[in-house]
C-alpha cells in the first residue's frame, strides 16, 4: 500500500448543536474540508449507527436523521442533501466480506448527525457523496481494528475515511458537566490517548479499558471509541498518528481529532 494514499482521519463531533455554536472544533471542521475538495467520497464510520454485523448505506438521496432531543428547534430544521454512492457501497460491502468478516447493505438508512454534523461543516455545497459503515453493538475494539483493515483499499480509490466520535466522550458517567473546568482525569486520558495515536500502538488502543486511566469516565459506554480504532486500521500495519486537532468543549468533552498514516511502507 503507498503510503502517500489518502490518510484516513478521526474527527470528534461533538453535541449536535456544534453547527451552531463559535468553538474552536466548529472553526477546524469549517478549515479542514478544504482540504479534501477534489476526493471521489467519503466513508463516514459514525458511532451513532451501531448493528449487529457491519452494514453500509446504499441510498442515493440519503435523509437527515435527526436522532437527538431536547436541542432548539433550529437544529430539526437542518437539511443536508448529501448524495449517497450506491457503487461505493457495495465496493465497501465486498471488501469486508472479502477480509473474512460478515457485511449487510441497507437501502433505507440516511445520515445520522454524527455524519452529517462535521460533513455539513466541511463540505457545505453538500457536494461530496457520502456513505455511512457503522459500528457493532459488542463495541470489541479488536473487532473494529478489523474492520478498519478490511476497507484499507478504499484509499487507492481517493476515498476519504473518516471515524466519527468522541476522544474523549464522557456522557453517561455521573460526574460529568457542561461547563466549568477540564478534570485532571479527563486530561489524563486524553494525554494517553495522543501518546498511543502518535506511537501508534496498536496494542493500547485495542486495550485501552485495561491500559488507559480512567477509561470508564472517559468512555463510559465505548461508542465513541471505536470509529478511531476502525480509522487507525484503515491506516494499514504500521500505521501512526498525527494531532490535527486539540481542544475541549464543556468541560471534559474532548474533541480532538488525527489524522493516520502508514509509515511502514515505502512508494
Same mark, same amino acid.
Given at each position: 500500500?503507498?503510503?502517500?494514499?489518502?490518510?484516513?482521519?478521526?474527527?470528534?463531533?461533538?453535541?449536535?448543536?456544534?453547527? #451552531?455554536?463559535?468553538?474552536? !472544533?466548529?472553526?477546524?471542521?469549517?478549515? #479542514?474540508?478544504?482540504?479534501?475538495?477534489?476526493?471521489?467520497?467519503?466513508?463516514?464510520?459514525?458511532?451513532?449507527?451501531?448493528?449487529?454485523?457491519?452494514?453500509?448505506?446504499?441510498?442515493?438521496?440519503?435523509?437527515?436523521?435527526?436522532?437527538?432531543?431536547?436541542?432548539?428547534?433550529?437544529?430539526?430544521?437542518?437539511?443536508?442533501? !448529501?448524495?449517497?454512492?450506491?457503487?461505493?457501497?457495495?465496493?465497501?460491502?465486498?471488501?469486508?466480506?472479502?477480509?473474512? =468478516?460478515?457485511?449487510?447493505?441497507?437501502?433505507?438508512? /440516511? =445520515?445520522?448527525? /454524527?455524519?452529517?454534523?462535521?460533513?455539513?461543516?466541511?463540505?457545505?455545497?453538500?457536494?461530496?457523496?457520502?456513505?455511512? #459503515?457503522?459500528?457493532?453493538?459488542? #463495541?470489541?475494539?479488536?473487532? @473494529?481494528?478489523?474492520?478498519? $483493515?478490511?476497507?484499507?483499499?478504499?484509499?487507492? *480509490?481517493?476515498?476519504?475515511? %473518516? /471515524?466519527?466520535?468522541?476522544?474523549? *466522550?464522557?456522557? &453517561?458517567?455521573?460526574?460529568? @458537566?457542561? &461547563?466549568?473546568?477540564?478534570?485532571?482525569?479527563?486530561?489524563?486520558?486524553?494525554?494517553? +490517548?495522543?501518546?498511543?495515536? %502518535?506511537?501508534?500502538?496498536?496494542? +493500547? +488502543?485495542?486495550?485501552?479499558?485495561? =491500559?488507559?486511566?480512567?477509561?470508564? $469516565?472517559? *468512555?463510559?459506554?465505548?461508542?465513541?471509541?471505536?470509529? +478511531?480504532?476502525?480509522?487507525?486500521?484503515?491506516?494499514?500495519?504500521?500505521?501512526?498518528?498525527?494531532?490535527?486537532?486539540?481542544?475541549?468543549?464543556? &468541560?471534559?468533552?474532548?474533541?480532538?481529532?488525527?489524522?493516520?498514516?502508514?509509515?511502514?511502507?515505502?512508494?
Amino acid at each position: 500500500m503507498n503510503k502517500n494514499l489518502l490518510p484516513p482521519i478521526f474527527i470528534s463531533h461533538g453535541a449536535p448543536t456544534l453547527p #451552531l455554536e463559535e468553538i474552536p !472544533a466548529r472553526e477546524f471542521l469549517m478549515k #479542514l474540508g478544504s482540504h479534501y475538495r477534489n476526493i471521489k467520497a467519503v466513508l463516514c464510520i459514525s458511532a451513532h449507527w451501531q448493528t449487529v454485523i457491519p452494514t453500509v448505506n446504499s441510498v442515493e438521496e440519503p435523509e437527515t436523521i435527526h436522532d437527538f432531543y431536547g436541542f432548539p428547534e433550529e437544529l430539526y430544521q437542518i437539511e443536508y442533501p !448529501a448524495k449517497g454512492d450506491p457503487e461505493l457501497a457495495n465496493d465497501v460491502a465486498g471488501l469486508i466480506k472479502d477480509s473474512g =468478516l460478515s457485511c449487510d447493505i441497507n437501502h433505507e438508512r /440516511g =445520515l445520522d448527525h /454524527g455524519a452529517w454534523v462535521p460533513m455539513m461543516l466541511m463540505f457545505p455545497n453538500a457536494d461530496i457523496p457520502i456513505v455511512q #459503515l457503522s459500528i457493532q453493538s459488542h #463495541l470489541d475494539p479488536n473487532q @473494529h481494528m478489523k474492520l478498519g $483493515r478490511a476497507i484499507e483499499e478504499l484509499r487507492i *480509490h481517493n476515498v476519504l475515511i %473518516i /471515524g466519527s466520535g468522541g476522544a474523549v *466522550h464522557p456522557l &453517561g458517567y455521573p460526574g460529568f @458537566h457542561f &461547563g466549568g473546568e477540564t478534570d485532571q482525569w479527563a486530561i489524563e486520558f486524553d494525554d494517553w +490517548l495522543t501518546d498511543a495515536v %502518535i506511537r501508534g500502538d496498536e496494542k +493500547l +488502543l485495542i486495550n485501552y479499558r485495561n =491500559l488507559a486511566p480512567y477509561p470508564e $469516565r472517559a *468512555h463510559p459506554y465505548p461508542d465513541h471509541y471505536m470509529p +478511531l480504532v476502525a480509522t487507525y486500521g484503515a491506516a494499514g500495519d504500521g500505521a501512526k498518528g498525527k494531532v490535527i486537532h486539540h481542544s475541549w468543549y464543556a &468541560g471534559d468533552l474532548g474533541m480532538a481529532a488525527y489524522q493516520f498514516q502508514d509509515y511502514s511502507v515505502t512508494d
